[in-house]
């Protein structure tokens, strides 16, 4: 399926543009394929940074327990203790 591209028009300062055009010449590509480059990339920072706020909300509502931290502390020194040390 073909994607569908919506026109907008928009203002970035002077400096801005200038580096965005250095940029777009360097990689070969059309300021639209760099400007949608641009928000694919800004709108995956935002849902990362959703995501671990999401996870820290969540963390803080459920902390682990004593149980919890007893087993990770046993199974990371069997993973210690199994790795290759060398003198």
Known sequence: MARVA???AVSVEHDVFVRAERLRKR???SRSALVS???RELLRHD???REATRYVDAYRR???GAAEVKRAR???RR???ALP???
Do not use: C, N, T, Y
Request: aromatic share 4%.
């Open 6 to 8: 919506a026109k907008v």
């Open 62 to 64: 459920v902390p682990e």
């Open 74 to 76: 046993r199974i990371s």
């Open 85 to 87: 040390w060398d003198d």
């Open 37 to 39: 480059r641009a928000l």
């Open 27 to 29: 990689s070969g590509e």
């Open 47 to 49: 849902a990362m940074a």
């Open 79 to 81: 993973a210690i203790a």
